[in-house]
């Protein structure tokens, strides 16, 4: 009962995140299945945090929809195109140390950290168009995304946000609820292929969701206010990371 408790005391916290910045969820709910819930195994963290986060993901997906921040087209080409990296990275994930490949992504988080930071001036398109050449620049960023972020067993959403405003140049809020549709095609397509060999905890993955849809409501109503001062919600979403980064490599 405790050990549930503690999940999804954890989910609340999860959720938080993910509206808030529409990434960070997975990152997050690997080091605190493992030194929080006390998971003994980090390959059964990362499975179950795929499903945790992906379910979250879909929530949080629901609250950013009613509220308009969701642009469906290009949300749409990004996560199909990555729906086939993210198996076979998981795939490949599951053969290496779950600890090594969280040490490894936390370098690669400080990159983005400081990609977000160098980006947060840049001009924002009021809406996603869509046309060939965006469609490429989101097919090739989705399918590569994808692939990292299921070898990683993460649902990537600090990957996608700036793959989003990269390909698009859509405003910061849209692309965080956007980047909700593939964080949960993600993560769904990494929790199946580890669940498959036995490596996600389902009580676990339950309480985490339910203490998400909370933390969810909060973290969207925070990031509508933030979104509201220019390169607030960018800082924020890049110190996320950061902090996150420096965690993972202190632990």
Known sequence: MAQHLLGAGSGVLIGFVLALVGGGGSILAVPLLLYVVRVPDPHVAIGTSALAVAANAATNLVIHARRGNVSWGPAGIFAGAGVLGAYIGSSAGKSFDGDRLLSLFAFLMIAVAGLMLWKRNAQ?????????????????????????????????????????????????????????????????????NYAHAGLVNWTLAIAFLLGGLTGGQLGASLAERLSKSRGALNKVFAGVILATALYMLAS
């Open 124 to 192: 924002e398109a009021p809406q996603a168009s869509l046309n060939h050449a965006v469609a490429a620049r989101l097919s090739i960023s989705g399918a590569t995304t994808g692939l990292v972020s299921g070898f990683f067993g993460i649902g990537g959403g600090f990957l996608v946000v700036p793959g989003l405003l990269a390909s698009t140049g859509m405003p910061i809020l849209t692309a965080v609820g956007s980047s909700l549709v593939a964080v949960t095609a993600f993560g769904l397509t990494t929790a199946l």
